[in-house]
Structures are given as C-alpha cells and as structure tokens.
C-alpha cells in the first residue's frame, strides 16, 4: 500500500501516535519476520510493490524520496532489519517500523559519510589454491576490481553502511557476501565452490556452462581450464585446441596448435606460462598443444590493443597461470586416453603451502592406437598427394612415421607470510619425429627405376624455470618480481638416397639448428588509488641469445647466425574511471633495444563507455614492436618450424599500429559483442631461396625479403550463459594481406593466414 506524497510532518505525527500505542506486543512477531531480496536493476518503487504483494507489509514513502533509484541484490531469508538495511544501502534512504506491517522510509538525515577499503583472498573452496583474476564488485553499484594473480583483491573508499560484496569467477558458483564496513577491516577469505567436477556424478549448474568469458575492455577474453570437459575433444582435453574455438582465433592449420589471432601469425603471439617465454606450442604433429590442462589454472588472451606491462610482440598475448596445489589435502590422479598417459600429484606443506608435480607422455612410438593411425593417415595424407603431383608415375612405396611426446609441470608454492608469496615453476616439453619415406619414380620408359629413400629427423622443445616473489605492501599497493629462464631448441634434418637409373647411389644431406636462450625478469605494481583510478607501472629485462645454421650437405652452411642483445624497458599505465560512464586508459611502454642502440616508444589508450545499464561502446589503440622475429620459410609439408633470428640492422624490428571499436550488450543471461579492428604492419621478414642474381656473388642476406602487411576484419559474437541450454556462437570476416619485394609484382597478395 503507497500514500502520494504525504507531508514529512504528517508521517511523523502518524508514526509517533502508533509507536506509543502499539507497545511492545508485536516485537517478537519483528524478530520473527524473514525476507528474501532477488532483484536485478529494478527500480526501488517495483522492489517495494513486490514486497508488500509477498509478504503483507505496508510502506509509506514520497514518490520522489525513490525516484530514479534501482537496487541489486540477492539474499534468503534474512531478518526484516537486515533486508531493509541491504534494500536502502548507498540510497540515501532511512526507515521507521511503525509495527510489524507498516514500515516508513524518510530521507537519511545529512552527515559525514565514511569510507573504507574492503578487502581479501579469494580461493577455491576445494582445495584452497588462489583464484586469479576472479571479479569482484559492491552490487549495485559501478565499484569492481579484478583480483590479481595471487587471488587478492581491494575496493577502496567504500561508503559506509550495509552492502553486498559478489565474487565471480569461471566454473565456480558466485558468492554474494553481506558487509558492513568498518575500521579497521581484516581481510577477507572467499572460497567459491566449483560448479563442475570432472569425472564425477555432480550436475552441471547454470554458471559451470560459461567456460570462456569477455571482458568489457577491447580484445581480452577469459578462458577456464577446468571446464574444458565441456567441449568437444578428440584424444585428449587441449587448451590451445579449445581456444581455436574463440572469436578472432584461428589454428595455424591442422599442423599446428599455434594461433592465429586476427590476421597475425602464431610467432607474433607472446605466450606466457608463470612468466616463462614460450616459444613453440605443438605436440604431436600440431594435433595437441604444449600444455597440460593438469597443471593450468587460468587463461588469459588479449587479442589486440594489449596492456603496456606485455611487449615484444604485435599481434597477442596468451598468459597462463599454472596450478599451485592443494594446501588442504594430498590429491593424486592417473589419466589413459587413446594418445597418451598422464600422471597429477599435489602435496600440501602443513599449511604453508603446496607442491605440485604433473607429467604426461604419449605412447604411440610403441603402441599405436585407432586414433593415432587416423590421425596419420589425415596428416600423411598430402605425402601420396604430392608424389602424384611430382610424377605421373610415382608411387610411394612405404610411409613409417614414428613419433612421441612428452611433457613435465613442476611448481612449489611458499606462503611464509599473509602478505608474501613464493613460487617456483618448471616446465619442460620434447618432440622426436621421425619419418622414413620409400618411392619408385618411373620415368619413361617405363622398364627403368628410380628408387628414392627419404628419412627426416625433426626434433623440438622448451624448457623453462621461473621464480616468483609477490607481496601486499599496504592494502592499496603490489608488487610482482618475476625472474625467469627459457631455452629453445628445433632441429631438422632430411637424409636422400636415391639409387639412378645405372645403379649408382647419391645422398644428399640438409641440416637446421635453432636455439633460443632467454633470460627475463619483470617487476609489476599495482597502486589502487581511489575507488575509481589505479595505477600501474614497472620494469623489464631480457637477455636473448639466439643461434641460427642452416647446412646442405656435409660442408655447405647456407646460414649461420649467432647474436646476443639485451632489451630494457619501463612502462606505466593509468586507470581511471572519468565518469560513472567513462572508463579511459592510457599507458606508455619505452623499450631500449641495445643490438641497435635505439629506443623505441609505445604509446597504448583504452576506454569503454556505458550507454545504459547493459549497453556498452569501447575502443583501443596502440603501438607494438617485436625484436625476436620468426623468419618464415617455403616449406609446403610444414615440417620445418620457421627459424628466430633477432632484429639487427638487416633484419628491422617489426611494427604493428592496432585500431580496435566496438559494442557490446550484457545481461546476467545474454552476451553479444561486435568488434571491428585494423592492423597495420611493418618489418615483416621472410626467407626465400628465389635468388636470381650472380651465384659469384652469393650474400645470404639477398635470401630475406622484408616487406609488409595489414589485417582488418569484424567479429560477431552471441552468447547464452545460463540455463538449460547455454553455448556461444560467432562469426568472423576478415582479410589479411602481405607485400614483398619480386613477389606479386611488388603489389598486396593475400597472407598464408588470411580468412577471407
């Protein structure tokens, strides 16, 4: 029941003349009282229909007193007070019980309003490791944060009063906290519970459909490991399989587990696992990717306009965050599918930590499955193909490939004290391949053979090891001191024998050898200024050393580099929330390149403006450099890797200047997005052998090709979140082109990834 616009005087009168009659008869029918608040955005004058409608009460209040105000807030069965304090929280508005049914709101008497900092940990309920990167926000209001990679979180300049804290994160149930803030505030510890659990009988929830998530700002998206059982998969659970799956990524072709993210190619990704430089990411001629979903926490990908604190590549960011274990209990598991064999361990260490140890290999050089010879005769199949292509007559006579994997995660987790953390990772993954190829060329006349033995050995892998110290200087300020090495190695070799027509045997040899040795230590800050800016900044530095050599026969080296160059950088970006619409971001990275003695600048801006409460228009732009290059190579089969070299005078960093706009609608059930992008390039290598100069006069730097590209396309994306039905759909149009120097006439012609 709702009175127009009573006088203040009038109400008062009222409530005091049945305040002093009614006594203290219903008090114990108040304390009695319980109510459940579900509303999402609905104005407070539909809220308090509701309420009178559900549980006969009676409010008596002034059209303006609620006017424009809309509450958010879910809670069961919650004491009369409580709910109405949670109701008002941040409105302005107060209230009076005249008895048990008739409640009467006035406007809040003017004072003072105190603020504080909420914070706290947020953790897997199951066994107790850090969430990074989980959401977290006051409802209602445009107050968030994101939790950083150690699971902790603040909001600053929280207003006094009752509110409602809600954590979210992919795969695990929201969790919706009542706080009243107050000083000093201890820190909080959120547990969240997940809302899938692979292997077992337990009911796929609403949220557990959500296994990958997009942020407002331009081109990041979230992926969660966990829910990969979710998605369709062959042989194994892949990350990097899965993340082809995204809008704007692609494969590298069925090759390759490389990405291509809009229109870039997977050697100008930076992919990050615990701060360790990954640079090859395929296992098993490209079918499965480098990581094992084991010992992967959490998934990050910016697909364009990344932030300042990334450098050295143009195209994408793709940062992993490895598992840290249980520190509850000890959790071991064993793991058989049609590929390969996997083993998991987590021990805790008496509170104070946890020690994790994954490993996986494949078991196809000795045993060979249905699904492996499929997956041969699909990857092989090109070899017949292009022996029919060669000779009219050819046939190949025998193809045996043999081929194994293996992968090892090591990761020990110290927490000595509330505000430290120590890590320590390691990671290691091999490929051996080794194909042995038997063909009879018949040329005319057809009583004559030419019998043609091919066997090719290629071999790669990474490894790294990285240590980490992270600690909470005050509730405002972070830090991050990453220290990490990675080694990289591809080999390739191809042995001929070929028997002539006249029986004399030839043989003929190629050799490549790629090593990568990388030494990089960053340090990150995080300063949470106020509510609405914060402030990142810090420093990075890498040493990388690379070796390049390419042989034909036992003598002939073709190639052969060996360089070394450190890179300095400094960066620092700034957060800060304009209006209660506009969010804007701009950074600057300078990066000190010492093999050219150069600096090179890299000015980065953001923002997202909200139209309404779920319409969104948001933007990037940035400038990117790359030093460590990958230099492409004509091999059709696409067993050769590509080889990295490091820019230098001949060989120039390559550029890349990204314009990113779009618009996005989001509702607690529907997600749709539209992102169009442009990319412009500079200092693209490739290496060609169509030299047609004066063999006397052979330089190998007449064999690299520097040219240029662009990329511009447009993403659609749609999404159902929860219910019974949930899943995503998108739709991707874009082009990507490249221009060379003799190649196409000197003009644009269409990139190897190009997805028109």
């Known amino acids: 029941m709702r009175y127009a616009k009573p006088s203040f005087c009038r109400i008062w009168l009222l409530a005091g003349l049945v305040l002093l009659l009614a006594g203290p008869a219903w008090s114990s029918e108040l304390k009695e009282r319980r109510l459940s608040l579900h509303f999402d955005n609905l104005p407070l004058n539909d809220a308090l229909q509701q309420l009178q409608s559900e549980y006969d009460l009676h409010f008596v209040y002034s059209d303006d007193l609620v006017k424009r105000i809309k509450v958010n807030c879910h809670h069961d069965n919650l004491p009369l007070r409580r709910a109405l304090e949670i109701l008002f929280a941040g409105s302005g508005i107060d209230y009076r019980i ?50 950083n990679v150690d699971g902790y979180f603040v909001l600053v300049n929280v207003p006094e009063g009752p ?10 149930a929201p969790a919706r906290i009542p706080l009243t803030p107050r000083s000093p505030s201890p820190a909080l510890r959120i547990e969240l519970q997940p809302n899938l659990i692979p292997g077992s009988d337990v009911d796929v929830t609403e949220q557990a459909s959500e296994v990958m998530q997009l942020s407002r700002e331009s081109g990041e998206v979230r992926f969660s490991p966990k829910l ?43 992919v990050l696992f615990d701060g360790m430089t990954i640079y090859h990411v395929d296992h098993f001629f490209g079918f499965l ?16 306009g990344f932030p300042a604190k990334y450098g050295d590549r143009t195209s994408g960011v793709i940062e992993l965050t490895g598992k840290s274990g249980s520190q509850d209990h000890l959790d071991v598991g064993l793991g058989v599918n049609l590929l390969s064999s996997r083993a998991y361990a987590s021990v805790p260490l008496k509170g104070r930590g946890a020690w994790l140890f994954s490993a996986r290999r494949s078991y196809s050089d000795f045993l060979q499955s249905k699904a492996y010879n499929n997956i041969v005769n699909l990857f092989f199949k ?79 892998g990474n490894i790294g090891i990285s240590g980490k110290w992270s600690r909470i200087w005050s509730s405002r300020f972070y830090s991050n001191l990453n220290i990490a090495r990675s080694w990289y190695n591809s080999q390739y070799r191809e042995d001929l024998d070929i028997t002539s027509v006249d029986g004399t045997p030839l043989s003929y040899q190629f050799f490549e050898d790629n090593r990568v040795r990388n030494t990089r230590i960053t340090l990150d800050n995080e300063w949470q200024l106020s509510h609405n800016g914060k402030l990142e900044f810090g420093a990075a530095w890498t040493d990388a050393n690379i070796r390049y050599q390419y042989v034909q026969g036992d003598t002939a080296t073709v190639l052969n580099e060996d360089r070394q160059s450190i890179q300095g950088a400094l960066y620092g970006q700034g957060k800060i929330a304009v209006t209660s619409r506009l969010d804007f971001t701009a950074g ?34 940035g400038h990117y450099h790359q030093f460590l290059k990958n230099i492409i190579t004509e091999d059709l089969l696409q067993r050769r890797q590509g080889f990295w070299l490091l820019a230098n005078r001949q060989l120039p960093p390559e550029f890349a200047e990204h314009f990113i706009a779009g618009i996005g609608y989001e509702t607690p059930d529907y997600r749709f997005d539209v992102e169009g992008y442009v990319k412009q390039i500079r200092g693209l290598t490739q290496y060609s052998f169509r030299f047609t100069g004066d063999y006397a006069q052979f330089d190998t730097r007449e064999l690299f090709l520097e040219g240029s590209g662009s990329a511009r396309g447009l993403e659609i994306f749609a999404q159902k979140k929860r219910g019974k039905f949930s899943g995503w759909a ?8 490249h221009r060379f120097p003799g190649i196409n006439t000197n003009r644009y012609y269409p990139a190897n990834n190009d997805q028109t």
Request: hydrophobic residues 35%.
């Open 588 to 621: 600057m990275r300078s990066t000190y390149y010492a093999l050219l003695q150069k600096f090179y600048l890299e000015p980065r801006v953001s923002f997202v403006y909200s139209l309404s409460g779920a319409w969104n228009l948001k933007g990037a732009w």
């Open 163 to 172: 509110h409602e804290l809600t954590i979210e994160y992919l795969g695990y």
């Open 289 to 304: 990717s480098a990581f094992n979903s084991s010992a992967v926490k959490d998934v990050r990908i910016f697909r364009g």
């Open 730 to 737: 998108s739709y991707a149009v874009s082009r990507s082109e």
């Open 98 to 147: 005249v008895n048990s049914r008739q409640i009467v709101l006035i406007k809040s008497p003017r004072r003072p309003i105190r603020k504080f900092d909420v914070r706290g940990y947020i953790y897997d309920g199951e066994n107790g490791e850090p969430l990074p990167y989980a959401n977290s926000y006051i409802t209602g209001t445009n107050m968030g944060t994101v939790s």
């Open 228 to 270: 990969l059982p979710l998605l369709p998969s062959v042989g194994d659970e892949d990350i990097f399989r899965s993340l082809q799956l995204l809008p704007g990524v692609r494969s590298a072709g069925d090759g390759s587990s490389g990405l291509h993210i809009r229109g870039g190619r997977p050697d100008q990704n930076l």
């Open 382 to 460: 090109e070899e017949s193909d292009a022996v029919s292509t060669y000779s009219d007559a050819g046939q190949l006579v025998q193809l045996q490939p043999s081929v194994y994997f293996y992968d090892i995660n090591s990761k020990l987790t110290l927490n000595p004290s509330r505000r430290d953390v120590l890590s320590l990772s390691f990671y290691g993954g091999r490929d051996h391949l080794d194909i042995l190829q038997e063909l009879n060329l018949n040329p005319s006349p057809a009583d004559t053979n030419i019998a043609l033995n091919i066997n090719e050995t290629v071999k790669w």
